[in-house]
């Protein structure tokens, strides 16, 4: 019904006299794998704390499938079906990791149990427990962590913590899929296997992956299309080969 | 208990029945309102600067602040037995001092790098500690003890109090020192490095350690101040005589902003200004602590910086 | 079967088993003397002020300096229906109790939600500040209230419940507490708080709705403080607003972190552990020794937050503590690998920056008059 999964419209915002992101035009087709790059302090992240709503933009808009979303709540983009991972790692580290997942299957309709069912143990809440249980396991088989589950979350190591994070967002049930550098502090092994998890999931549950990253071979393997910033503004985009190879981008990396 | 409570400024009677008469009486009451208000603002004003100081660059609110004051309070009075008021003043700043970096050391620093609550929770446990150990050795009644006597004189037909004079202008001296030693000294550069960012000041060679119990140095020897200036209002010591006050005072420093020196100022003077009218007024009178701790929660909800506070956000 | 026994988390269990047995014993060997029964009272009073304020400490990460406000609202307006209740129900009427335990409850779950409103702005020692001013503001307010309402200086007076039933209820009540506020813990809305408390922004990024939560919290907890405070009416024939100063929140909180936040069972044992001490204690010292208590108290609060914080002590802590020592005697179960039951902690967690003390959502324009921040990337 809608070409585009997530289009932003003049997206910008300034704090104070720093204009962080401005003008900020981005279109995602449904189901694709989209890179999001440039230079440390382009405005990448501020991109998807504006997509997240960490931030309100001071200029523009962002539509989801067709529906404006942009100044609802945190939880009200999550309901709406954005989720997002964090470049430093957010997990809950006082919880176990299959617990982490299950605080992403919250407000999934499937296991509801309002606050007085629990209250008084009626038989919904041990389904739901149950049920909750049972999806957040098969959610991290799918990362390889179901045999970490009963760890606590500190106690990973970073590239699992990262992936727990990805499976987090994932309970969601997102229809876009924000990962913030997910390939960062993983060896070449991980990197690749990451890339194949990522692809996988996008087929799995038929979700949009948008993502910011630094390692360019996993962008150039991974993304369909990409939009490169610098400064907070839109330098290149498009097909992922044609916009790594535009000499404006290759200046930004590269300095001159 | 409230400060303006204690204070003896009253107005000296017209006893005439005229508009005029009625007039002036009126007049000498706002004077009478805006002096104590001062007085009590100044001191309220002189605990928040310690609460702003440490606040600031300890990042942490020193919930034992105005036990210490009473630690002072509990000094003078000692010294007082046996020595003349100078030597109580100075003994009561030393000791104050000893007692502010003691507790840094032992209760607040080994909590460095912990969680705000935990340090928050000690600091709550310092100042229980401080109120049961003045119990223990100096007993529960409260101990008499005159400073000195400045004695009072008449303006505008209103009598009042030199001490409350001189309250104001000892608060006011601070601030414009206090002020000018963090912009101008090398220690005070410094300390705003330290409030900025500790990581950071320590990898530009400051010693981060150092500078937090300076800090506490000077905190501490403000509320030895504050605890004289109770005393010229008030001449009894009890074991409690800090926690209400410091309570308030942290109230001033909240609505002034927090880490910022004239907002300390402010926020004390406003707060004496608010308990003041409230005492004059029989109708809300008793509800007078009721009425500031109202202000506070009215003041964080709306503006929780304070008014010239900075706003700090959280990084994703 | 054995299998399915070895299952059970007796952790989960052992304070129903525990109270459930006392109750029994106390039904048919209750104790008859004043004295006895007095303590029993102050001791389920103590495990459900503790429990309570568990729930916020413990579990929602926030620090509530007020929690003896929301009893004092309990025990006025509790203390104050049963007055007018027992004309027409009769002063030992079991609808008595539980009427003024509804009524006094419910009007300090109504204060609960009403600070649970600046609890959704402000975080760590505003917020702190924020319910001891409120604490003080309800003590206040009843202080002055006139003789005819609640009593003003002199206190309100309740009427004498039957002694000999009421420290029976009172142990029920703890059940009905303990029952509802660890099956809050226990179910997805608790994992919901403990998400919140370790990590907010996560949390929100992750669709928990914080508003609700933290409102909910602060309202159960507020509910049961009021309930602790009508028990407290009933059990002392009269409510003074000075018992509910600040100190007793601290001796409240005291509890909770001496059981270990986050452990309910910890906070039970640790309520009736100090309770008794200090009924046993102020028959003992009295006069000015009576303050070494508050010595004891204040000492024990350093020490144990300082041993369970400290980063120096760090390495020390996990090598020995409770748990370990339990393990090495008791099982070979490997410590590192915890059961799947992750609602304990005993390290105050990180959530709380000192300096950010507002939500994330401000709007951008508010921000940084003073000086141009960076963008979120670094």
């Known amino acids: ?256 | 208990m409230n400060i303006s409570n204690l204070l003896d400024c009253s107005v000296m009677s017209g006893g005439g029945a005229s508009f005029g008469d009625k007039l002036a009486d009126i007049g000498r009451e706002l004077i009478t309102i805006i002096i104590n208000g001062l007085s009590v603002g100044g001191i309220y004003a002189m605990i928040a600067l310690g609460y702003t100081m440490v606040y600031g660059i300890a990042k942490m609110l020193n919930f034992a602040h105005g036990d210490i004051i009473m630690v002072g309070a509990y000094a003078i009075y000692v010294v007082m037995l046996i020595s003349n008021p100078i030597v109580a003043i100075l003994c009561s700043i030393v000791v104050c001092i000893l007692m502010g970096v003691l507790i840094e050391k032992v209760a607040y620093k080994p909590l460095r790098g912990a969680s705000p609550l935990a340090v928050l929770i000690t600091a709550i446990g310092v100042s229980y500690l401080l109120q049961s150990l003045a119990q223990i050795i100096f007993g529960s009644d409260p101990k008499f003890v005159v400073v000195y006597d400045f004695g009072a004189i008449n303006i505008l037909g209103v009598r009042i109090q030199v001490f409350t004079l001189v309250t104001l202008a000892v608060t006011v001296v601070v601030m414009v020192a206090l002020t000018l030693f963090v912009k101008m000294t090398r220690i005070g550069r410094a300390m705003i490095a330290v409030s900025e960012d500790k990581g950071a000041a320590q990898l530009m060679g400051i010693n981060v350690n150092n500078i937090i119990t300076v800090t506490f140095a000077i905190g501490s020897s403000l509320a030895a101040v504050a605890g004289l200036f109770y005393l010229l209002k008030a001449p009894t010591v009890s074991n409690t005589l800090g926690a209400m006050p410091g309570i308030k005072a942290f109230t001033a420093a909240v609505i002034g902003g927090i880490g910022s020196i004239p907002g300390a100022m402010l926020g004390g003077l406003l707060l004496g200004f608010v308990e003041c009218i409230a005492a004059k007024i029989t109708v809300i009178a008793p509800y007078t602590d009721a009425i500031e701790f109202s202000i506070l929660i009215i003041i964080l909800l709306v503006r929780p910086t304070g008014f010239l506070g900075k706003k700090r956000r959280e990084k994703v | 079967m054995i299998e399915q026994i070895k299952k059970i988390r007796w952790s989960h269990y052992i304070a129903y088993i525990v109270i459930g047995l006392l109750l029994l014993f106390f039904a048919f060997f209750g104790p008859t003397d004043r004295s006895t029964q007095f303590m029993l009272e102050k001791i389920a009073i103590s495990i459900i002020l503790a429990v309570s304020l568990s729930l916020v400490v413990g579990f929602l990460g926030e620090l509530s300096l007020g929690h003896a406000g929301f009893m004092c609202v309990g025990a006025y307006l509790g203390g104050k229906a049963s007055v007018i209740l027992q004309s027409s129900l009769g002063k030992d009427s079991v609808w008595n109790l539980i009427l003024s335990l509804l009524v006094g409850g419910l009007v300090a779950a109504i204060c609960g939600v009403i600070i649970g409103i600046p609890a959704l702005r402000l975080r760590g020692d505003y917020l702190a500040i924020v319910t001891l001013a409120f604490g003080e503001i309800v003590r206040s307010v009843f202080l002055n209230s006139s003789d005819s309402s609640f009593g003003g200086t002199l206190g309100l007076s309740t009427p004498r419940y039957d002694r000999n039933s009421l420290y029976i209820y009172a142990f029920v009540i703890v059940l009905i507490t303990l029952f509802i506020v660890q099956n809050f813990i226990r179910s997805k809305h608790g994992r919901a708080v403990t998400a919140i408390r370790d990590n907010e922004i996560a949390a929100r990024s992750t669709g928990i709705n914080i508003t609700k939560y933290k409102l909910v919290a602060f309202t159960i907890s507020a509910f049961f403080a009021g309930i602790a405070g009508v028990l407290h009416s009933f059990s002392n024939y009269t409510v003074q607003s000075a018992t509910f100063g600040y100190n007793y929140s601290i001796e409240i909180l005291v509890m909770v972190v001496l059981g270990g936040m986050g452990n309910i069972n910890g906070a039970i044992i640790s309520a009736t552990l100090i309770t008794y001490l200090d009924t046993k204690l102020s028959t003992i010292l009295t006069g000015d020794r009576a303050i070494l208590q508050n010595l004891i108290y204040a000492l024990v609060l350093i020490l144990i937050v300082i041993y369970n914080n400290a980063p120096a002590l760090k390495s020390f802590r996990e090598r020995y503590n409770f748990k370990v020592l339990f393990n090495k005697m008791f099982s070979k179960k490997d410590p590192s690998h915890r059961a799947d039951d992750a609602a304990k902690w005993d390290v105050v967690p990180t959530k709380i920056e000192m300096n950010e003390i507002l939500s994330v959502d401000m709007k951008p324009q508010n921000l940084g008059s003073d000086k141009p921040q960076k963008g979120g990337d670094k």
């Open chain 1, 1 to 256: 019904m809608n070409d585009y999964i997530l289009e932003t419209k003049d997206l910008g915002i300034s704090f104070g006299g720093l204009k962080a992101a401005q003008n900020v035009n981005i279109k995602i087709k449904k189901n694709q794998i989209y890179g999001l790059i440039g230079p440390n302090g382009a405005g990448k992240t501020t991109i998807f704390n504006l997509l997240t709503g960490v931030y309100k933009p001071t200029t523009g808009t962002f539509f989801l499938d067709g529906e404006e979303i942009c100044g609802l709540s945190q939880e009200k983009i999550n309901h709406k079906g954005i989720a997002r991972t964090f470049q430093n790692i957010r997990l809950f580290n006082n919880m176990t990791v299959v617990r982490n997942v299950m605080v992403g299957l919250h407000n999934d309709p499937a296991f509801k149990c309002t606050v007085w069912e629990s209250f008084l143990r009626l038989p919904r809440h041990f389904k739901s427990e149950k049920a909750m249980r049972e999806r957040a396991k098969e959610l991290l088989k799918i990362f390889d962590l179901d045999d970490e589950r009963n760890n606590y979350a500190c106690n990973l190591p970073y590239g699992k913590q990262r992936k727990l994070e990805i499976a987090r967002a994932l309970a969601t049930n997102p229809k876009l899929l924000l990962l913030d550098e997910p390939a960062a502090g993983m060896n070449p092994h991980e990197t690749e296997d990451l890339e194949k998890t990522v692809r996988f999931i996008r087929d799995e549950f038929d979700l949009t992956v948008l993502l910011i990253e630094h390692d360019m071979k996993f962008v150039a393997g991974l993304c369909d299309e990409l939009t490169v910033l610098n400064f907070g503004t839109v330098l290149a985009e498009g097909d992922t080969r044609t916009a790594l190879q535009d000499p404006e981008v290759i200046r930004a990396y590269i300095g001159g």
